[in-house]
């Protein structure tokens, strides 16, 4: 059983800076990549970055450059520092965790409920 919580969402003004968080917990034996999605409303939902359990990282070409995914493996935890935020930007940005639990034998993949970012002037 793994929980996934996303925080650090909320309204900023095009140019603007938000730094999303996203911490799993529970009966984690082995936690993989970690990654951010987001969906806008009447859109589908779309890979924004992940992060390998190693660090390495990928990004969505649409933000690149502005947005940078990190990792804190100690804490369980994995980071989207949002810069030069846009309008287009606005979407529910879910986390998503790639993990083994205690007593089982494959990775299963763990959705957080999602935090509202807003861009607007």
């Known amino acids: 059983q793994v929980q996934v919580v996303e925080s650090g969402g909320g309204l900023m003004q095009p140019g603007g800076s938000l730094r999303l968080s996203c911490a799993a917990s529970?009966?984690?034996?082995?936690?993989?990549?970690m990654g951010w999605y987001r969906q806008a409303p009447g859109k589908q939902r779309e890979s924004v970055a992940y992060?390998?359990?190693?660090?390495?990282?990928a990004y969505a070409d649409s933000v690149k450059g502005r947005f940078t995914i990190s990792r804190d493996n100690v804490k369980n935890t994995v980071y989207l520092q949002m810069n030069s935020l846009k309008p287009e930007d606005t979407a529910v940005y879910y986390c998503?965790?790639?993990?083994?639990?205690?007593?089982?034998?494959?990775?299963?993949?763990?959705w957080g409920q999602g935090t509202q970012v807003t861009v607007s002037p």
């Open positions: 529970g009966s984690i034996f082995r936690l993989s990549t």
């Open positions: 998503k965790a790639d993990a083994i639990t205690s007593g089982s034998r494959q990775y299963n993949a763990y």
């Open positions: 992060i390998t359990s190693d660090g390495n990282t």
